[in-house]
């Protein structure tokens, strides 16, 4: 996920002209018509569709294959959960081969909600800064709290993955060998122990500064957009051809 974040916020599209807050609304109602699908046809369009805009935000395709992993993976797991539990079911028979339909159905159904919600990540999360997104949120609704606890997260999940880092490579400098051996794995839990309480200790460092800052619980952001023509129009295409494909998975 974070992969993602503020990498390709720089670029120009017309995904990153459009207004974080229509955007957000706009691609979070986009997520619920998603999830809200049943049948596989409206599925995979709205999968097209994901990727179309994910493709407008100049993110590399490969960057947004990565991704795809979990929803086949969710996929593969229900249909062989399906499959095995399953009674009664309708087959399709190739050959000597026999496949079950309704497994397949459910696994095709899941995998497709999942890989389009992932790639609909992409213009949701890439297309602006990580603080633009949090304060879209907090003006949507979302605490102050929970916006500063985001925002202080993502920048400081670099200087704990940094610090585990070199923890470990000087943990392994003085002889560390790590293994499935019991033996071998119980020093991990004092290194472990040890950089709970270095965070816990930054963090109140860090909570001490931000006060004597003059910090009242709220990170105060910039906010130089405002909301036009081309802003609605693109929340409406967005909007309209989701609940298109809502309309149809209903009726059909």
């Known amino acids: 996920m974070f992969a993602i974040i503020d990498h390709y916020a720089h670029k120009d599209s017309w995904l990153h002209r459009w207004h974080p807050l229509a955007k957000v609304i706009s ?14 046809g409206p599925l995979a369009l709205a999968l097209l569709g994901s990727w179309l805009l994910a493709l407008g935000t100049t993110v590399p395709a490969r960057a947004i294959l990565k991704r795809q992993k979990v929803a086949l993976l969710l996929g593969t797991a229900v249909l062989l959960v399906a499959w095995l539990t399953g009674r009664g079911q309708t087959h399709w028979q190739l050959g000597p081969l026999a496949v079950p339909v309704d497994p397949l159905r459910a696994a095709a159904t899941l995998a497709l909600k999942i890989s389009s919600v992932l790639v609909l990540t992409v213009p949701l999360l890439a297309t602006q800064p990580f603080f633009v ?54 020093p991990l ?64």
């Open 27 to 40: 691609l979070l109602a986009c997520v619920v018509m998603i999830v809200s699908l049943r049948q596989i």
């Open 133 to 186: 997104f949090l304060e879209t949120l907090r003006r949507l609704g979302l605490p102050n709290r929970m916006v500063s606890m985001l925002l202080l997260m993502s920048r400081y999940n670099l200087v704990l993955a940094d610090r585990v880092q070199s923890t470990l490579r000087a943990a392994k400098m003085r002889g560390l060998r790590i293994s499935a051996s019991p033996a071998r794995l119980r």
């Open 189 to 252: 839990g004092g290194l472990f122990g040890s950089m709970v309480l270095q965070s816990l200790e930054q963090a109140e460092r860090v909570d001490q500064a931000m006060r004597l800052r003059g910090f009242t619980g709220r990170i105060r952001t910039s906010w130089p957009y405002q909301l036009r023509p081309a802003d609605v129009a693109k929340s409406a295409a967005v909007l309209l051809g989701a609940a298109i494909l809502l309309a149809w998975d209903l009726w059909r």
